[in-house]
T-cell receptor, first 112, second 115 residues
C-alpha cells in the first residue's frame, strides 16, 4: 500500500498561470480532504470530497479554486490565475469511514 | 465553530529529558477526537497519538502520552526520553465525532532537541 500520493512535490507558477495539484488516496479510501498550510501556520481545511461528489467546500476560496474527485483517477485541486498569496503547502489526506486520516507529503506551490 | 490554541510557538528540550506541549480547544460538542501530529522538515504529517473524548484514560504511545482534561478542554502532549529525531513541528488537532468531518488544527509548536 503506497499511502497517499501527491504530485508534484514542488510546483512553481508565474502569476496568472494555473496550478493543478494531484492526490491519489490510499487504496480502499473513498474520502479525500485538501488542506492548505501557509508559512508558520497550521493546516487549514479547504474541501472534502467523495468519489464524484463535493461534500464540504466551506474552506475553499470562492474564486479561482476548484476541486474534483472523479470516478477514475486522482483528486485534483485546481487554482486558476494564481497570485503570490496562493504560495503555500497543499496537503491531501484520505480516509475510509471513521476517524483515521492518512496525509500525503504535500505539494509546495511557489508563485513567482 | 471549534478552535484549537497552542500557546507555545517554540519549545526546546535536552536529549533524554521530558517535555510537555500545551494545547487547549474550544467546543460545545461532547463527543470528538483529539490528535497530535508531528511535522518534520520533510513536511510529512505523522500521527503521533489520538484520544477519543469519551475515554477517560489518557492515550499512550511508547514515549508519547497525553494529559486529557475534558472539563478544562486541555490536551497536552508529553514526550519522555526525548530524542534528536523528535525535533519537529507539533500540531494539535480536533475533529468532531460522526461522519467524516475535517480536522481543525492549532498553529503548532516548534520543538528543538538539544544534544
Amino acid at each position: 500500500n503506497a499511502g497517499v500520493m501527491q504530485n508534484p512535490r514542488h510546483l512553481v507558477r508565474r502569476r496568472g498561470q494555473e496550478a493543478r495539484l494531484r492526490c491519489s488516496p490510499m487504496k480502499g479510501h473513498s474520502h479525500v480532504y485538501w488542506y492548505r498550510q501557509l508559512p508558520e501556520e497550521g493546516l487549514k481545511f479547504m474541501v472534502y470530497l467523495q468519489k464524484e461528489n463535493i461534500i464540504d467546500e466551506s474552506g475553499m476560496p470562492k474564486e479561482r479554486f476548484s476541486a474534483e474527485f472523479p470516478k477514475e483517477g486522482p483528486s485534483i485541486l485546481r487554482i486558476q490565475q494564481v497570485v503570490r498569496g496562493d504560495s503555500a503547502a497543499y496537503f491531501c489526506a484520505s480516509s475510509p469511514m471513521g476517524p483515521g486520516y492518512t496525509f500525503g507529503s504535500g505539494t509546495r506551490l511557489t508563485v513567482v | 465553530a471549534q478552535t484549537v490554541t497552542q500557546s507555545q510557538p517554540e519549545m526546546s528540550v535536552q536529549e533524554a529529558e521530558t517535555v510537555t506541549l500545551s494545547c487547549t480547544y474550544d467546543t460545545s460538542e461532547s463527543d470528538y477526537y483529539l490528535f497530535w501530529y508531528k511535522q518534520p522538515p520533510s513536511r510529512q504529517m505523522i500521527l503521533v497519538i489520538r484520544q477519543e473524548a469519551y475515554k477517560q484514560q489518557n492515550a499512550t504511545e511508547n514515549r508519547f502520552s497525553v494529559n486529557f482534561q475534558k472539563a478544562a478542554k486541555s490536551f497536552s502532549l508529553k514526550i519522555s526520553d526525548s530524542q534528536l529525531g523528535d525535533a519537529a513541528m507539533y500540531f494539535c488537532a480536533y475533529r468532531s465525532e460522526g461522519g467524516n468531518t475535517p480536522l481543525v488544527f492549532g498553529k503548532g509548536t516548534r520543538l528543538s532537541v538539544i544534544a
